[in-house]
């Protein structure tokens, strides 16, 4: 049931209240905090196996890097603002880290232990 709702949310983006309603037309009615603890629960319990994977790709040869924006609400200024999903992989892993904004201290902290070359387009963050 864990990887239902992890994979239904994070593979085939079904929010949390659509994957309720499915659940409860199926017989098998869960309240969509009672999702969200488990989805929570999942995160925190493979939490070793993401640091892991940072570690792995921090330490290749090769390191492949780009970065997308994505909506993010400001709770200060009340509106919509553009946060960044960065991704990093190797040939073994992929791994995504998210910043509130587009500066080059993402990427530095990220990349900062990599000894490989780092392939990415011409964004001057990477540099």
């Known amino acids: 049931m864990l990887a239902f709702v992890v994979t239904s949310k994070g593979a085939w983006h079904q929010p949390l209240y659509r994957q309720e309603e499915m659940l409860a037309n199926q017989g098998f009615p869960v309240l969509r905090t009672t999702l969200w603890e488990w989805y929570r629960a999942v995160a925190e319990a ?3 196996v993401y640091a892991a994977m940072i570690e792995d790709v921090q330490g290749s040869e090769v390191v492949e890097t780009d970065e997308t924006p ?8 009340k509106r919509l603002t553009r946060g960044r999903q960065w991704t990093y992989l190797n ?8 910043s509130p904004d587009r500066k080059k201290k993402h990427p530095e902290e990220f990349l900062r232990n990599t000894k490989g070359t780092i392939l990415s387009d011409a964004y001057t963050g990477y540099r």
Do not use: I, Q, Y
């Not at 994505?70 to 200024?77: A, F, P, Q, T």
């Open 70 to 77: 994505v909506r993010l609400w400001d709770k200060k200024l």
């Open 46 to 48: 493979m939490a070793p």
């Open 91 to 98: 040939n073994e892993h992929t791994v995504f880290d998210f």
